[in-house]
């Protein structure tokens, strides 16, 4: 299906399973993405966001300026993910979702990558399971899907091999689940995968996704070639079209395919609304790190704009929070989370703070 079935022949097959689950519904959100540094120790092939101290685009935030980013009380979520730094190591980040919570308890806090996690247990030389029991207890609400990249030991030696590998991130996302905290998942595609990788890549999510049931959306990443220059191109948006709807059908347990429009560009991501995509994901505030890479898109977009493009699309806008409630309305987000052990918390596992 990825190399040869019909382009529209698949998106239609993905199209109605989309629509099977979902109707014509399409969500968005009215978040913000905040990346306290850039500032980070590794150096992974694919990343233009990262800076050395020194560098000319380097910063770090105060604490402060971000809580006034935040402010904005039609905002719902917070993508809290940045680069790994001393200076931001667990106890200020936490601290800052403390303090983020003090000021606006309604906030869905969606924060700190599997990456970031083991960054984290290795400096404070904790289990990766303390951090994320640490993240629970200071009122993370759950883990974004970012630093899977491809689920290859190939890619990982090539392009990123300072991180953690595949088993290291499917073992912490496993572990996130089993504490109650969900998660979501992503694959960066569109620089050096092969069909295959990207195949097996599906596959392992839904293995994983069987195991535990943690994943409430898988958001596809189309390679920004920026500095890096992996490959000298964009991925075309045939291409984008097809991996939107094929993990539509390969991840039929994982609810929501997000068409993440600062990766995929805003046509694209329109038209995948029409290729399995369910969500259109946010107006995001600031979006940093597809923009250091050369993402041609607005960094944010309006709330009118997230409409018009839903609308345009053929389908109903429909305007969420965290977990995927309406705004104003409490349930739970991820009902069919296996395994969950509570732990001490004054914010219950998975419950919706609006
Ligand atoms: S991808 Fe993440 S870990 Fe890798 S260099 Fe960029 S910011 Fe650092």
């Keep these: 299906m990825l190399r040869n079935a019909p382009l529209l022949e698949l998106g239609r097959f993905a199209f109605d399973a989309k629509r099977a689950r979902f109707g014509n519904n399409v969500t968005y959100i009215v978040n913000r993405h905040v990346n306290p540094t850039n500032l980070c120790v590794y150096s992974c092939r694919f990343c233009d966001f990262a800076a050395r101290r020194g560098d000319s685009h380097a910063y770090s935030l105060a604490e402060d300026d971000i809580l006034a980013s935040l402010a904005d ?34 906030l869905w806090i969606k924060a700190f990558t599997a990456v970031e996690v083991a960054y984290f247990a290795r400096a404070a030389r904790r289990t990766t399971r303390d951090i994320l029991a640490f993240m629970i207890d200071a009122g993370v609400n759950q883990m974004p899907g970012g ?19 595949p088993e290291e991130w499917l073992r912490i996302h496993e572990e996130a689940h089993d504490l109650g905290l969900s998660s979501n998942c992503t694959l960066l595609f569109g620089h050096l995968e092969t069909d295959e990788e990207i195949v097996e890549h599906l596959f392992r999510l839904r293995a994983s996704q069987d195991r535990t049931g943690g994943f409430q959306s898988f958001i596809p990443l189309s390679y920004q070639p920026g500095e890096t220059k992996l490959v000298p191109r964009l991925a075309s948006a045939p291409r984008c079209l097809r991996v939107v709807a094929l993990a539509r059908l390969v991840l039929d347990n994982i609810p929501h395919i997000k068409a993440y429009w600062p990766t995929l560009q805003i046509e694209t991501a329109a038209a995948a609304l029409t290729f399995g995509a369910d969500d259109l994901d946010g107006t995001l505030g600031a979006e940093r790190i597809m923009h250091a890479a050369g993402s041609a898109t607005p960094a944010q977009l309006s709330t009118a704009l997230m409409q018009e493009i839903i609308l345009q699309a053929g389908q109903t806008p429909v305007q969420r929070t965290g977990c995927f409630a309406q705004p104003g309305r409490v349930r739970q987000s991820v009902p069919s989370i296996k395994s969950i052990k509570s732990i001490a918390s004054s914010r219950p596992p998975l419950a919706c703070p609006t």
């Design 73 to 106: 009380p039609g905002v719902q979520e917070v993508h809290l993910v940045g680069g790994l730094w001393p200076e931001w190591g667990l106890d200020r980040s936490l601290q800052l979702v403390r303090r983020i919570l003090d000021a606006r308890p309604d």
């Design 147 to 165: 630093g899977a990249e491809v689920l290859s030991e190939r890619l990982h030696q090539l392009l990123f091999k300072q991180k953690i590998g």
